[in-house]
């Protein structure tokens, strides 16, 4: 087991150069005494740091380049060079030359990972057409973490605000088309497993009551506006239900989040991107983090985009990433402690009816087989 640093390192990866990501890292990261609570470690280009230093006049931001992760050092902003040199910045514009540059601090940034070099991985926003204009095969940042990252685990995608909503989702990036045929049994069996898990590990929540979403509206009106309710997500909540997660539902989204329904859950599953996202971000898109939950790894992200049309401008909120930042570390204290608190447990006695004790070794129960 990899030893518990008292201050966590976190690698920041800049996303992409043309979007408002150096902005947001660079507000987040500028109040005095930032760095007495963690060590942070950009994945970026220094040139474009200063760039965006000068355009922004952002002059209190302060980095230390380094050639790697494992340079970086306590008490300072660490700036990984990755090696994209002569970068042309074009504000507000979608290019292969800019997604480039996000797939190469990304990578930079999981291999610093891997090596234990950083404790947890905060992404900037990426543009998905930047990333498609420069041969990146994947829809998001969640399915290639999922491939790089996961070791045969599969990643959850999981909205979160400290005291707000926590929005789980069963597929992330489809198209709208294709999202009945992924909707299966099998599909929502896992997702709750994994949202009850990482509830437990991740959030200290020993017995998490998860709300579960319908596909069709009103809950497919017993049938009459689709068959999925009672044929898919029904069995899969009964199924999760027999195996001590607490789930319930289906629930028509609309009448579940206009009501305040929500607030009655510590989770919520919802079928596709756009029925989870778009009333999470209503209710908590200044402070929201993206959280890839499943994965051997901490990785959190602001739950906003790019953010072309104000780049430059100096009005980007930063509160998303500096919740990002923050959950990040806290998430990561919180698995450490679930970890070290299953990692030798005493056995268990129970007494059967004839009054003998029996003794039952649950070292190598469930709970504690964890990444």
Known sequence: MAKEHKLPRVGITHGDINGIGYEVIMK????????ELFTPVIFGSPSVAGYYRKTLSLDNFKAVAIASAEQAEPGRINLVDIGASDLTVEPGV???????????ALDCAIEALKNRQIDVLVTAPINKEAMKMAGFPFPGHTEYLQQELGDGASALMLLCK?????????????????????????????????????????FALERPKIAVLSLNPHAGDGGAIGEEEDAIIS???????????????????DGFFGSGQYKKFDAILAMYHDQGLAPFKLLAMDEGVNFTAGLPYVRTSPDHGTGYDIVGQGIADAASMRA????????????????????????????????????????????????
Do not use: C
Not at 94 to 104: F, I, N, Q
Not at 235 to 253: D, E, H, L, T, V
Not at 329 to 348: A, E, G, M, T, V
């Open 162 to 202: 400290e005291g707000g909503p926590r929005v789980a989702l069963v597929t992330t990036h489809l198209p709208v088309s294709e999202v009945s045929e992924a909707i299966t049994t099998e599909a929502i069996e896992e997702k709750l497993r994994t949202l009850h898990h990482t509830m437990r590990k991740d």
């Open 94 to 104: 979608a290019t292969a030359e800019g997604g480039a540059a996000a797939r190469a």
């Open 235 to 253: 069995p899969a909540i009964k199924q999760a239900y027999s195996r001590k997660i607490m789930a319930f539902g289906p629930y028509a989204a």
């Open 324 to 371: 990002a930042i923050f959950e990040a570390i806290d998430i990561h204290r919180r698995r450490w402690r679930y970890i070290r608190s299953r990692s030798n447990p005493l056995k268990k006695q129970y007494v059967d009816r004839s009054g003998d004790k029996v003794t039952i070794d649950l070292s190598a129960s469930e709970d504690v087989i964890l990444n």
């Open 28 to 35: 987040a990261l500028a109040p005095e005494g930032i760095t």
